[in-house]
Structures are given as structure tokens and as C-alpha cells.
């Protein structure tokens, strides 16, 4: 929106500076922190109000993690209400609103944090651990990945059509780290099977990370940083010609909204750094998780994102290795799945697992910005 005030620049010089997307994304992150500090106190003091506490485990680990979390059943969780709202306010206000990943995003925001709101109310109401079941969180997932994709392809499509040779597909190519050229350079409708599995792996992956007070938010802002940058030099034209990345010219304004991610992400800190005062819950997992696999979409770096977010992956992995090894054997790998709670069980204190796993995740996110010159 106040990108707009560009136009008036003849009147006043100074307003020139709104259709830089650097002083955009800069603005929106601020915005995003800003308003988190505001409205976190009012969003935690309602959610409290409302009795949505944080419901434990049940079955054999509720004493286990009762000695390591036992002041933790209380808390209020769906935080992610405020990551989601600082996140649109700020993007909103400067991302440039004709943009068509813009849309993708922010439906992709909406549509799974809605599904988190959804599944989080379950488990308040139920008091238990469990909510919406597996099945029909994955079939909204996938519903909500395939529009999203949709907008940005179609979209694609549309300007292909008009323009003829003089656009080449962006979205619908398939691109591996290292190599300047896509593998593939058009996958046709095999693009609606394989970018919606990034968008819902990533969204399950975060949510299997948010298990520690500030965890899974540390973790997302390191990662959205990184791709902060990835989308902004794709996005410019000279700089990806430089770097021999893909480059497309709406790729540029998702920096704005990586920003404001960082922002929000942030500014959630503020309060569910530990001890938490409020959980983010699925309602900002599943959103968070879904949202850096769209991101990593609109600047072709979808397979990356398994380097730069990988503590998502190794979270994930830990499950799925645990789960399959119990099936297989009758034995667990790790002490308890996910992984985080296996250091825990070893001793490690809660400050002390959060702590080093955003140091490992801002290592893979430093990694990942190394493959920029390596094509």
C-alpha cells in the first residue's frame, strides 16, 4: 500500500524511497516487531481469558516431560494469531499488493494458519493432545498448496501467453542447487504434485519443531533471513545474471515479505523466549512451515531449503526414523521423538537445546547463502 506513494514522488522528492524494496522489507520488519510488542501483551491476557492452555502429552511420556515441562500445562497457546497478524499488517502496508507471490503467500498464510486455529480449538476444547486428525490436516494441506501454487502458475501461464517466448517458465521449472540451467525446464501439471509436497513437508516439519519455548521461531527467522536474500537477487535482474541464478521480476518483492516474517518472528520471541509466556501452536507452525516452502518457490530454491532449514529436517527425520524403527524392531533410536526431546531426556536443560539448535540453524542458513557463487 505504501508503495503507492512512489507515484507522488514529482511532488516530493522523498517519496521516491517507497519503491525501493530494500527500504520496504526494512519498514516491514520493523512494523512487524513493533506491532508484536504492542498487541503481545492484550493477545496473551485474552488468550488466558479463554482458557486455551497448552495441553500436555498423555500416556507413558506425561511424566516424563511433566519433570522437564511441568509449569508448561497452563500457558495459553494459538500465539501464532499474533505472528499471522503483524505478519499480514506489515505486508499489507509495504509489499507491493499487484504482486501474484504476494497472494500466494498471504493465502498460504491464511489457509494453513486457519487449519492450525482449527486444530489448536480441538485440542483446547477436547483437553487433550490430540486435534483435527492427521488425515484431514493433510488433505487441507495439500488444498491449500495446490491453490497456492495455482495463483503464482496460472498466473505464469497467463503472462506466457500474452508475451509468447518472451517468458520462460519460472514456476513450473525445476531447478538444482549447483547448476545454472534447470533439470527440467517445464513440468507442465507435474508442478501441482511436486510443489505442493515442499509447501505441506515444510509446514509438518516446522510443526514438529515447535516443541521448545522460542524453538521453532528462532529457527524460522534464520531461515526466512536467508531466503530474504535468495528472493531479493532473484528478483534483480543484473545480480542474478551475475550469480547465474533463476531470476524472475516478482521474486524481489517476497524479500519485503520475508522481512516481515523476520519481524514477526522476532517479535513473538519477545515473549515465548523461556520461560513462555504463550505458545505459537499449530496455528503458526503449520502457517510458518507452509510459508518458507512458498517462499523457497518463488525464488527456485525449493530443493535448498532441505540445507537451509535444516533443523526442520532433522526434527522431521528424528520422527519418522523413531516411528519406523519402532514398527520394524520394537525398538526406539532415540529417547524420545522429536529429536529435541531426546537431549533433554540426556540432560541437557531446556535453555541450553533451544539455544544450540538456533546456532546450528543459523550455521545450515550461512551454508545455504554460500551456494549463491557455487553454479
Given amino acids: 500500500m505504501l508503495y503507492y506513494l512512489s507515484e507522488l514522488r514529482d511532488h516530493l522528492q522523498v517519496l521516491n524511497v517507497f519503491q525501493y524494496q ?29 482458557k486455551v492452555g497448552q495441553p500436555i502429552r498423555t500416556k507413558e511420556e506425561v511424566h516424563r516431560l511433566a519433570e522437564l515441562h511441568g509449569g508448561k500445562g497452563g500457558t495459553p497457546t494459538m500465539g501464532g494469531i499474533l505472528i499471522i497478524g503483524a505478519l499480514l499488517t506489515a505486508t499489507l502496508l509495504w509489499a507491493r499488493p499487484t504482486n501474484p507471490f504476494i497472494w500466494a503467500l498471504v493465502f498460504t498464510t491464511l489457509g494453513l494458519g486457519a487449519l492450525g486455529f482449527m486444530d489448536d480449538y480441538l485440542k483446547v476444547t477436547r483437553k487433550k493432545s490430540a486435534g483435527a486428525s492427521g488425515k484431514m490436516k493433510l488433505i487441507v494441506q495439500f488444498i491449500v498448496a495446490i491453490i497456492a501454487v495455482g495463483i503464482v502458475y496460472f498466473e505464469e501461464r497467463n503472462a506466457m501467453a500474452q508475451a509468447g517466448e518472451a517468458v520462460k517458465p519460472f514456476i513450473s521449472a525445476f531447478y538444482v542447487p549447483f547448476m545454472k540451467d534447470p533439470l527440467i525446464k517445464d513440468m507442465g501439471l507435474f508442478t501441482f504434485v511436486l510443489l505442493p509436497v515442499i509447501i505441506v513437508g515444510a509446514s509438518n516439519a516446522v510443526n514438529l519443531t515447535d516443541g521448545l519455548d522460542g524453538l521453532a521461531a528462532g529457527c524460522t527467522v534464520s531461515v526466512a533471513f536467508a531466503y530474504a536474500l535468495f528472493t531479493y537477487v532473484a528478483g534483480h535482474s543484473e545480480v542474478a545474471e551475475y550469480l547465474l541464478l533463476p531470476h524472475n521480476q516478482h521474486s524481489g518483492e517476497v524479500a519485503v515479505f520475508c522481512a516481515a516474517l523476520i519481524g514477526s518472528g522476532l517479535g513473538f520471541l519477545w515473549f515465548n523466549c523461556h520461560p513462555a509466556r504463550v505458545f505459537m501452536g499449530d496455528t503458526g507452525s503449520l502457517a510458518l512451515g507452509g510459508i518458507l516452502g512458498m517462499v523457497a518457490i518463488c525464488c527456485k530454491q525449493e530443493l535448498l531449503l532441505a540445507v537451509v532449514g535444516g533443523v526442520f529436517v532433522i526434527e522431521a527425520l528424528s520422527v519418522i526414523l523413531q516411528v519406523g524403527s519402532f514398527k520394524l524392531t ?46
Fill in 22 to 50: 530494500t527500504f520496504r522489507a526494512a519498514g516491514a520488519g520493523l512494523t512487524a516487531f513493533v506491532f508484536c510488542l504492542l498487541f503481545g501483551n492484550r493477545v496473551i491476557l485474552k488468550l488466558t481469558s479463554l
Fill in 330 to 375: 520394537g525398538k526406539r533410536i532415540f529417547k524420545m521423538a522429536p529429536i529435541h526431546h531426546h537431549f533433554e531426556l540426556m540432560g541437557w536443560s531446556e535453555s541450553r537445546v533451544i539455544i544450540r539448535f538456533w546456532i546450528v540453524s543459523i550455521m545450515f542458513a550461512l551454508f545455504g547463502l554460500m551456494t549463491l557463487k557455487l553454479r
